[in-house]
């Protein structure tokens, strides 16, 4: 059975991450593409010399060409501006979009059967311009954010409790910004429900730290944004696709009347397999955070209006 092929667009810091992970993982042989000459060859060799040491078999290689994104299963897009100290996500829609259509038209040129994952800011609008761009369905093109958002708040939880990160479940919905929404309800600790665990007031002040949590690893590093856990967590979205896990978990999905949400990608859980977004699960929230959540409905649908105008 032929290996599958495992394309990534953007050999920075996210880039170089899932390079070494999906190695680790043997998910298949990777390619990694960037516009920097060398840069993409560069990180592919360095894994490659190493694969002994993480008694890996996978093949990397690195290119400056879209021609070789051909025949790629997954292709996860992370080209694109970082953010920098000051900046929001949303800052970088313009720059960001540019790199979208060009890259989203390659895809559809060279791979036109690929599961396509989009880590690139502002997160929401990007993988909305991408489906736009490549006319994959829906089902094929998701938006890496809930994984990473509720990850980041089953972080909080853990240190908060001091119990184990890998024994916490989180969901964090709607946009990846500052308006997302962790439910409450929704997060258990080893099958604890939270609230059994945790008052209201406490987890409220770690939902503020997850929404500012990307801002807070920017301002620390100062000349870019976070790439391991981003990276990771795209990684175990790439894994549920490949292997076909059934996984629970969110991510930026479209909606076409779900949650009484037509035609816009926003983070909500699914069910994620070889047919790629197999289902949407709607779950019920609180009065609170459903306003919450059309409040960031409304943000992401602001940045879908703007990129429908370049269109």
Not at 11 to 23: P, R, V
Not at 31 to 53: C, N, W
Not at 133 to 151: E, I, N
């Amino acid at each position: 059975m032929a290996r599958k092929k495992i394309a990534l667009v953007g050999a920075g810091q996210i880039g170089g991450t899932m390079a070494l992970a999906l190695a680790q993982k043997q998910l298949g042989d990777i390619v990694l593409i960037d516009i920097a000459p060398g840069v993409p060859q560069g990180k592919a060799l360095d894994i490659m010399e190493g694969r002994s040491v993480i008694y890996s078999s996978a093949l990397l290689t690195g290119s400056n060409d879209y021609a070789d994104l051909a025949d790629s299963d997954v292709v996860i897009v992370t080209a694109g501006v970082p953010r920098k100290p000051g900046m929001s996500r949303d800052d970088l829609l313009g720059i960001n979009y540019g790199i979208i259509q060009t890259v989203g038209t390659a895809i559809k040129n060279t791979a036109p059967n690929a599961f396509v994952i989009v880590i690139t800011n502002p997160l929401d609008a990007m993988v909305y311009a991408m489906q736009k761009v490549t006319g994959f369905p829906s089902k094929q093109v998701v938006g890496m954010a809930g994984v990473l958002d509720s990850s980041r708040l089953a972080c909080f939880v853990a240190m908060e409790l001091g119990v184990a990160a890998e024994d916490v479940n989180a969901v964090v919905m709607g946009g990846h910004g500052d308006t997302m929404v962790s439910l409450y309800n929704y997060v258990s600790v080893g099958g604890i429900p939270l609230p059994e665990l945790m008052d209201r007031e406490t987890f409220d002040k770690l939902a503020v730290r997850t929404a500012n949590a990307g801002g807070e690893i920017v301002e620390l590093l100062k000349t870019g944004s976070a790439f391991y856990s981003p990276g990771l967590s795209a990684i175990k979205m790439a894994e549920a696709y490949l292997l076909d896990k059934k996984s629970v978990l969110t991510c930026a999905a479209m909606l076409n009347g779900e949650y009484g949400v037509q035609d816009l990608y926003c983070g909500v859980p699914v069910v994620m397999g070889a047919g790629g977004v197999e289902k949407i699960l709607e779950v019920s929230m609180t009065d609170s955070e459903k306003l919450a959540f059309e409040k960031s409905v409304e943000a992401v649908k602001s940045n879908a209006e703007w990129v429908n105008a370049q269109a």
